[in-house]
């Protein structure tokens, strides 16, 4: 099983995540024009609903973007924002615009999500020398209980334990209401870790 | 007075009510919920399942996870409560598919599979579907009234409705 991840192995994870994540923020800055940091990535083995309940509650409205990981080490990205961060992202990003429609803002989402998934996708390509590709991004403004079950159950993820390894962003020392998961499909951790010589 | 409970069933998990209390399951994405109603004996139960079918997993630690498995657990729980099988009647909700890709290949689609394995279950156990609510893309909170016997739906920006 992948829960018995040892102290070596969960911290070579978390360094990838770390990786993977600092580039994505690096984007995420220059995109804004603004400062964003982010938190040390943690490694996630938890039951289902302690997932949910570090995030909020399962009827929360989220917006999150999904995009499917394939190649040597598959997954799903799972990048969610609470309303009033997704509202404040977007904003910054459209400023000029006056009135700004829903589907540009979906639009807008949609392509945050993407880059910030690429970027993070590549940083491990080339720590690790695997190769994986992702699909175009999706959305879905729904409850976060139903978003998060969906996308471990389309991860493969099936069993009492759920895994991601899991970041926050910041900016301006605050932390937003931002996750940033990737969640492997069953043996991509041991691809990854296999390929770190661990 | 009697103090209404409120039973929340998580998600691979199941329950059943007697009145005044209430069953919930907060945010079907994929998965469906199971309400069995015996409107004879006054007993309800719901079940919130993650995947069609137990065939080919070896790591069954929890059955209910499965429409396969929890469905005839359920039933059996409710028997046990009181319920008679020949009173039994089901409504159902969820299977959606929460992110909508335009490569969607059907076959990989969980949540339509877990929505046709629950009415194949079902029917194969000869309980009568009420009404039912599956598939599109969005999540739902499921309540279920022991008292009333019905069955309430909850969406992101929509009314509650009955089920």
Known sequence: MENDLNEIQIDALREVGNIGAGNAA????????????????????????????????????????????????????????????????????????????????????????????????????????????????????????????????????????????????????????????????????????????? | MEVKKEIKVGIGDLNIASPPDRLITLGLGSCVGIALLDNVNKVAGLAHIMLPDSTGFTNQSNPMKFADKAIPMLVEKLKQNGADCRYLKAKIAGGASMFSFPDKNPTMDIGARNGTAVKKVLQEMKIPILSEDLGGSSGRTMIVESDTMKVYIRTVGREIKEL
Do not use: H, W
Not at chain 1, 48 to 55: G, P, R, S, T, Y
Not at chain 1, 117 to 132: F, H, P, Q, V, W
């Open chain 1, 26 to 198: 690096t984007v995420l800055s220059q995109m804004l024009n603004k400062k964003i940091d982010m938190t040390v990535p943690k490694v996630d083995i938890l039951p289902f609903e302690n997932m949910v309940e570090q995030m909020g509650r399962e009827e929360d409205m989220v917006t999150a973007v999904m995009l499917k990981v394939f190649g040597d080490a598959p997954g799903n990205i799972l990048f969610v924002m609470n309303e009033e961060t997704a509202k404040s992202m977007t904003d910054m990003l459209l400023s000029g615009y006056g009135e700004v429609p829903e589907e540009m803002r979906y639009s807008a989402y949609q392509e945050i999500g993407n880059i910030l998934g690429n970027s993070y996708i590549n940083a491990i390509c080339r720590l690790t020398g695997l190769s994986m590709l992702t699909s175009v991004p999706a959305i879905a403004i729904d409850m976060l209980g139903a978003v998060l079950s969906s996308s471990f159950i389309d991860a493969e993820q099936y069993s009492d334990y759920v895994l991601a390894i899991d970041t926050n962003f910041i900016q301006d020392g605050i932390e937003k209401g931002t996750n940033f998961f990737f969640i492997p499909k069953p043996g991509s951790l041991k691809t990854i870790l296999k390929n770190l010589g661990l």
